[in-house]
């Protein structure tokens, strides 16, 4: 009983400490404040959008907290690091995909790059249709 308990503390302990976790919290607050400054700035306010935007990142703070949590007891530190690692790309992509739609200047490399991952997107959903 007592080594499961040990265990949970581990988990708590790794997530607080983690600077992977800062990195994607940071991100996500960051993500926040894009998505109102692109809405303000294309004069596109909605409630359900952003009520829907927090619940998607709230979500994936919980599951992020649950795995992070629960991983040392079964040996999967690497699936919670691999998750973090996932999620921190995806709010990447999506802050840089704000910044071109504001308008803000990013090195033309990685514009491309987004363009390029917009285009091959687009051309596998016209696929599935």
């Not at 294309?42 to 359900?48: A, G």
């Not at 200047?105 to 917009?118: A, D, F, S």
Request: contains cysteine; negative net charge.
């Amino acid at each position: 009983m007592h080594g499961g308990i040990l265990m949970l503390r581990e988990g708590i302990v790794n997530i607080i400490t983690s600077p992977l976790v800062t990195v994607l919290y940071s991100l996500i607050l960051f993500d926040i404040a894009l998505g109102i400054t692109k809405a303000v700035a294309m004069k596109c306010l909605n409630s359900h959008v952003g009520l829907t935007g927090l619940l998607k990142h709230t979500m994936i703070m919980i599951l992020l907290v649950a795995v992070g949590t629960f991983a040392p007891i079964f040996n999967l530190e690497v699936v919670f690091q691999g998750l973090m690692i996932f999620y921190i790309v995806q709010y990447v992509v999506s802050a840089l995909e704000s910044f071109i739609c504001l308008d803000l200047p990013i090195p033309k490399v990685v514009y491309n790059m987004i363009k390029k991952l917009e285009d091959t997107n687009e051309r596998w959903e016209d696929d599935e249709d």
